[in-house]
């Protein structure tokens, strides 16, 4: 059973209560008790939360209908009007049945940000359950959570003597995750934060790198953040589900999954990043709304400093970041030159295609935050990226409209006084045509390499017999125009019908040029004759790097 508090600026007290009595049913039975309501509190507003999560339902999963003695109608999919009535007390039930994860929209890679109940655990998500008045004050708030008795619970809110939760806010109320049942966790204190890390059954493989890496990486994006950290925070590694793996940042919570396949090395590397941009974007998220045209900072700016934050912390050693940077300047080009739109354009509908938009959006937008951090470290002005972001941050005017735009990064350049780069902002911005990084650093004293070499033979692909299941678009399958969902059924002129002849036949080439032929969304065969790819290869120097340590 799980039982929260909620309180409204309309009343003195508020109950939330969620029920978990036996996990085969599969449902929370929900109760909200609203106390002390005011006379003329007349109509309330109610809603559930939107925009959680990144694949998104046309209304939220309901058993039925809000339940109440008093006057509920339902205005949309999300909200509702409760009238008071003039009573001083009100109740308000509800049951969500946990169906999520089996949603056309979700069902696949966006399973894991939504909830679950199994026979021994479960992972609760706030936004699919609560229904919460448009404004609550943080010391209205109280959240309880009762689960079967040999049941634990994990929240990221500060805990109470009675057992129940202070959520910081509503929005932490309505995002936040919670763990219950038998998770494996792993808890200790941060920089004055409460990190807690804790491991669905099936996980155990990834404990030790996992929690070797992260407090580090926690403790490094604090202090690059400079602000006072949260009370505690909630990483929960869900049930594994195939597709590789992936993260997505609530308000004092992140859910994460990892692929069962993928080798434990690969993972953890992955994962060192993918929690360092994650937990970055937590800095933001409690801020403000970045617009799409500046989507190149809250993902590029974010993928920079995921990179660069761990590297300075010793988490990643130079050679990584060096290999790495110098890879994401290829990117980069590649990226620009095949999108053939500018990077604020990017971060419009296009983005969410995938493709060559969405890399300009991340290589282009990290590779932007290198080359800015550089100029603003000039030893002539001693400021950093780092400093740039505090003030874009933490400017007061989000708290009353959290919408950020280019002329809001344009004025903290300024603020910080640098308006001699504005211009330079916003012609690399704006420029649908490649940008030529060796020429920009150049200016800054850096001889960056530039050449083409012929792609590596291999498809560099995950595979369901012959059905690509997964590509790396910068690899050799990727870049001969190979996508996932493609059955392959000959590979230079040999008959493939296992996933070994594949890699097999893949290298042989044919009068050096790549024959293949195959199927694509139950469509004819497609036969392709082709030159081996080459790649666009920058090598960084090394003192581009260090004098990041600079300041």
């Known amino acids: 059973m799980v039982t929260g508090i909620l309180l409204l600026l309309a009343a003195q007290s508020a109950h939330y209560t969620f029920t978990v009595e036996d996990p085969a049913a599969n449902r929370v039975d929900a109760r909200l008790e609203l106390a002390g309501l005011k006379p003329d509190a007349g109509l309330i507003s109610l809603e559930m939360p939107q925009g959680f999560a990144y694949a998104q ?7 039925g209908e809000l339940k109440s003695e008093a006057k509920i109608s339902r205005e949309g ?16 039930e509800w049951t969500i049945p946990l169906e999520h994860r089996s949603a056309p929209e979700v069902v696949g890679r966006d399973e894991y940000e939504y909830p679950y109940l199994r026979a021994d655990h479960g992972m609760l998500v706030m936004g699919t359950m609560v229904v919460s008045p448009e404004q609550l004050e943080q010391d209205q708030i109280e959240v309880r959570f009762e689960v079967p008795n040999d049941w634990a619970v994990h929240a990221p809110w500060p805990a109470q003597e009675d057992g129940s939760f202070r959520p910081p806010n509503l929005g932490s109320l309505r995002d936040d995750l919670i763990a219950i049942g038998n998770w494996d966790v792993h808890q200790e204190h941060v920089s004055g934060m409460q990190l807690t890390i804790a ?4 996980q155990d493989r990834l404990r030790a790198g996992v929690v070797k890496k992260t407090a580090p990486i926690v403790a490094a994006m604090l202090e690059h953040f400079g602000t006072t950290p949260q009370d505690g925070y909630l ?19 992140m859910t994460l999954y990892v692929a069962p396949d993928l080798p434990v090395d690969f993972a953890i590397e992955g994962m060192t990043h993918l929690i360092a941009h994650e937990f970055h974007h937590t800095w933001m998220r409690a801020r403000c709304q970045p617009s799409d045209e500046l989507r190149f900072l809250s993902e590029g700016f974010t993928d920079y400093f995921a990179y660069f934050v761990p590297w300075r912390a010793g988490v990643v050693d130079d050679a990584s970041f060096q290999a790495t940077l110098s890879g994401k300047l290829g990117e980069a080009e590649t990226a620009h030159r095949s999108a053939q739109t500018s990077m604020q354009l990017a971060g419009g509908p296009v983005f969410f295609e995938g493709g060559a938009a969405h890399d300009l959006v991340y290589s282009g937008g990290l590779v932007l935050g290198l080359w800015l951090d550089h100029w603003l470290r000039r030893a002539d002005h001693g400021s950093t990226l780092e400093n740039l972001l505090r003030v874009f941050y933490e400017d007061p005017r989000w708290k009353e409209n959290p919408e950020a735009r280019v002329e809001h990064l344009v004025d903290a350049l300024t603020r910080i006084g640098r308006k001699d780069l504005v211009d330079h902002l916003r012609e690399i911005s704006t420029n649908e045509q490649p940008i030529d990084w060796q020429a920009r650093f150049g200016e800054l004293g850096y001889r960056v ?17 012959t059905t690509i299941t997964g590509i790396d678009p910068q690899g050799c399958g990727g870049l001969l125009g190979l996508r996932a969902g493609d059955t392959l059924l000959q590979v230079n002129g040999v008959a493939v019908a296992t996933e070994a002849e594949v890699r097999a036949a893949f290298p042989q080439l044919v009068d050096d040029k790549f024959e293949l032929s195959y199927t694509r969304a139950d469509g004819p065969p497609i036969s392709m004759t082709a030159a081996r790819p080459t790649i666009l290869r920058y090598t960084i120097p090394l003192e581009l790097m260090t004098d990041l340590r600079s300041q």
């Open 57 to 63: 339902l046309p209304k939220p999963l309901l058993a």
């Open 199 to 202: 491991f669905a059954p099936g």
């Open 235 to 253: 990483f929960l590694f869900g049930e594994p589900q195939l597709g590789g793996y992936g993260g997505s940042p609530k308000s004092q919570s």
């Open 449 to 465: 390499e530039r050449k083409l070499i012929p792609a590596e033979l291999s498809v560099r692909a995950n595979f369901d017999g």
């Open 77 to 92: 999919p999300y909200t509702w009007t409760l009238d008071s009535a003039g009573a001083s007390e009100v109740v308000v």
